[in-house]
């Protein structure tokens, strides 16, 4: 998305972020790296630990996109729900992915929090529809999902529920594009959005085929890392499929592979996820993994995503032309 409709919008100078496990932490890194002051609620016993953590784990990153840690806004961890809906200009929930647990949530934010603030859920599937139903003030209510490491990554997916106001989404969308990313408007309400409906093809097959000894998870990465995962970055998957069909492109590929479709290549539901298949995923991963522990494997990829952005930017293409470094803030 490039430009929005124009919103009257309330300024956002503090965000309540509620629920900072690991993508309320990303989101947490990313605000107070564009010195948006932070407010964060999280009902664990070691919420502040674990959010401290990861916040000093992401600024390794955001140092190097150029961000400085004398000039960003504060964070402030809040035992208190009540304070954080009261007083905030926009409040981005990130707690688990339950529908109960989030409907209950934003009945409580919207019975506090003043009716012009935008609340948006960071949910993974989940519809806004379902989450707004029994809130006085719906229409601010709408998903706003991120993506993993959310300080770097740009892409925020915007889903309006059946009463939530186009004007409270462009607001939304205009707030996400201050801060360097690039707010993509879902035009129809479904599950599972449109990038994890694609992302959740991709892993029900790879868990068929570890489940039926076809392939180990080594194998599954290497069919991507090598192959078609070098070229998602730059074009996604129909232009890059438009270049499989040669000069012709998309016309002679669908003429070419159209046929394949009808061909038993894909399971459409996930299988069982036996405890044989828990183990396979478990062990595979930790063998691919070797002596590299998650902290290492993050900062490994948050260097080499940072790195890709970089090369992007370079062409002018796909996710380089968003302002993802420090001296490239503001709206694009
Ligand atoms: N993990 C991902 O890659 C990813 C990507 C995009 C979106 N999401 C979505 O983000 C949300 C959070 O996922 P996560 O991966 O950060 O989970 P997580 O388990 O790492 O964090 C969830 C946090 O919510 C807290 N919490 C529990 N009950 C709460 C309550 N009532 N109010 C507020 N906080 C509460 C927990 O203490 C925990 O810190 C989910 O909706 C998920 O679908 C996850």
């Not at 407010?39 to 919420?47: A, E, F, I, K, T």
């Not at 990153?61 to 000039?71: H, M, S, V």
């Not at 059946?162 to 939304?172: F, K, M, P, S, V």
């Not at 970055?233 to 159209?258: E, N, P, R, S, Y």
Request: proline share 5%.
């Amino acid at each position: 998305m490039n430009s929005t409709e124009s919103a009257e919008m309330r300024s956002v100078k503090k965000i309540g972020v509620v629920g900072a496990g690991l993508i309320g932490s990303g989101w947490v890194s990313r605000f107070s790296a564009r010195d948006i002051d932070v407010l964060v609620y999280d009902p664990s016993s070691d919420g502040e630990e674990v959010l401290m953590a990861h916040v000093e784990n992401a600024w390794f990153a955001l140092e190097k996109l150029g961000f400085d840690r004398n000039r960003c806004g504060d964070v402030r961890f809040c035992d208190d729900l009540e304070e954080v809906a009261g007083t905030c200009d926009f409040i981005q929930e990130s707690a688990p992915e339950n529908l109960e647990l989030k409907k209950k949530l934003h009945e409580q934010l919207d019975a506090i929090a003043p009716p012009d603030v935008v609340i948006a859920s960071s949910s993974s599937g989940l519809l806004p529809s379902e989450i707004q139903a029994d809130v006085s003030h719906p229409g601010r209510i709408l998903i706003g999902h991120p993506f993993n490491p959310v300080y770097i990554l740009p892409l925020v997916e915007i889903v309006k529920g059946g009463n939530t106001l186009e004007r409270h989404a462009n607001e939304a969308a205009n707030f996400y594009l201050s801060i360097g990313m690039y707010p993509l408007m879902v035009r129809k309400e479904i599950d599972g959005y449109i990038s994890d409906r694609i992302q959740e093809a991709v892993w029900r097959e790879a868990l068929h085929m570890v489940a039926d000894g076809v392939a180990s998870t080594q194998d599954i990465d290497d069919a991507i890392v090598y192959g078609p995962g070098l070229r998602w970055a730059i074009m996604g998957v129909c232009l890059t499929f438009h270049l499989a069909g040669g000069d012709q492109g998309m016309k002679h590929m669908l003429k070419q592979f159209g046929p394949a479709l009808k061909l038993p290549w894909t399971h459409m539901e996930a299988p069982e996820l036996t405890d044989e298949l828990i183990d396979r995923m478990v062990s595979g991963t930790r063998t691919q993994a070797g002596n590299q522990s998650i902290r290492d494997l993050e900062l490994l990829r948050d260097n080499c995503l940072i790195e890709i952005l970089e090369v992007l930017s370079r062409y002018r293409f796909a996710a380089g032309n968003t302002p993802f470094k420090a001296d490239t803030l503001g709206p694009s």
